[in-house]
C-alpha cells in the first residue's frame, strides 16, 4: 500500500479523489439542499451531513472533509481504518532501525514479531544454616 509518507500522502489523496467520483452524487434539491449543488452519502460508511434538513454531504468538498477528516468534520470511520494501516505501514517499514537491521525481528511485520516472554520471578530457594553444633 504505502511505503513511506511521501507514498502516503499520494495514496490519500489517490483515494479520496477515486472516492469522491465514484460517489453517487443527487442534485441539491433531492436532497435538501440548493439547486446547482450536488449531494452524495459517504460511498463507505453510508453517513451525511450533520446539518437539520441535509442530506448527504456537498460534492465534492464536503464528502473529501469527511474523508479526510480536515475542516473539523468527523473522519469516515471506514476510511480511517484504511488509513491508520496505511500510516502504519510507512511507519513501519521506513523506520531506521529497520532498514539497517538494527531493531530485533526488523525482517518481521508487527503481527509476525514474537513478544520476548514475560521475566519470570526467581525461584524461591531455602537455604538452612546451622547455628548451633548438635
Known amino acids: 500500500m504505502c511505503g513511506n509518507f511521501k507514498d502516503f500522502d499520494a495514496w490519500q489523496a489517490w483515494a479520496i479523489d477515486g472516492l469522491t467520483r465514484g460517489a453517487d452524487a443527487r442534485p441539491g434539491p433531492e436532497m435538501g439542499g440548493v439547486v446547482g ?53 510507512a511507519r513501519w517499514e521506513f523506520m531506521p532501525g529497520v532498514r539497517m537491521g538494527l531493531i530485533r525481528g526488523a525482517g518481521l511485520k508487527p503481527w509476525e514479531r514474537k513478544e520476548p516472554a514475560a521475566p519470570q520471578a526467581p525461584k524461591q530457594s531455602a537455604t538452612v544454616h546451622k547455628l548451633r553444633p548438635d
Open 37 to 89: 449543488q450536488f449531494r452524495a452519502f459517504c460511498p463507505l460508511c453510508g453517513e451525511g451531513s450533520q446539518a437539520a434538513g441535509l442530506l448527504g454531504y456537498a460534492m465534492p468538498t464536503g464528502l473529501e472533509r469527511h474523508l479526510a477528516g480536515s475542516h473539523g468534520s468527523h473522519m469516515c470511520r471506514v476510511f480511517e481504518a484504511a488509513h491508520g494501516n496505511a500510516i502504519e505501514r
